[in-house]
């Protein structure tokens, strides 16, 4: 089993473009998370779903939007990418609600804006 | 002030010692705890849930004092393996809410 997968591993951008990051899970977990982590810092919430066609807003979720099509997928648009979201981004899946259970993470993806 | 602090540190120890890492939250309807370990450069994993009446894992103990509102991790016995960010993670209430602290870097030395 790959656990949680994450694509690119490093990428890129000038101010403006729209990328998505695509994270992917064969944990067959309802719960998935989307964070980001600045230098420094911990992680901050950007979304989360509790299942295919749910998605619910974290703590920073200004300049992104999710979809959740199916249990395995949940992808990360940036629309507009600023210097701002210069991050490394994590992906994160759970079993059950995630205030009693382990989150388990994908390896991040290190984004660059310039 | 954030919600989620932690010694900043670095923590720069012998192996064979004993260390402890703080965690404050200012949320007092935070319902859950716990500490995840984070390699240079890797994905957070983690390390230990910590109960109302304190739990302990092998050389890993962790503490929860919820009238100060006050976390520990107290790792005994140090190894090199170790050495590596500390994180402090609480739930805000029963949802999926988490936050992170900044972490404590710990680097253990032969």
């Known amino acids: 089993n790959a656990g949680v997968t994450q694509t690119p591993k490093f990428r890129i951008l000038k101010i403006g473009q729209s990328m998505t990051l695509q994270c992917t899970q064969d944990m067959n977990h309802n719960y998935m998370y989307w964070y980001r982590q600045d230098p420094g810092m911990g992680l901050k919430l950007i979304y989360y779903?509790?299942?295919?066609?749910?998605?619910d807003k974290g703590e920073v979720p200004n300049g992104y939007n999710v979809s959740r099509s199916t249990t395995e997928d949940f992808p990360l648009r940036l629309e507009l990418a600023a210097p701002s979201q210069t991050s490394v981004y994590f992906c994160g899946t759970a079993g059950t609600l995630v205030a009693y259970n382990e989150q388990f993470f994908g390896p991040g993806t290190r984004l660059t804006v310039l | 002030r954030k919600e989620v602090e932690q010694d900043p540190g670095p923590f720069n120890v012998p192996e064979g010692a004993t260390v402890a890492f703080n965690c404050t939250y200012s949320?007092?309807?935070?319902?859950?705890f716990f500490w995840y370990r984070q390699d240079c450069r890797k994905e957070p994993k983690l390390l230990m849930s910590v109960y109302s009446s304190g739990n302990e894992d092998g050389r890993f103990t962790a503490q929860l004092n919820r009238a100060s509102q006050y976390i520990s991790l107290l790792i005994r016995d140090s190894k090199l393996s170790d050495s590596a960010t500390y994180l402090c993670?609480?739930?805000?209430?029963?949802?999926?809410?988490?936050?992170f602290g900044a972490g404590t870097r710990l680097t253990v030395k032969p």
């Open positions: 779903s509790v299942g295919a066609g749910i998605t």
């Open positions: 949320n007092s309807a935070s319902q859950s």
């Open positions: 993670v609480v739930n805000r209430g029963n949802n999926n809410d988490m936050r």
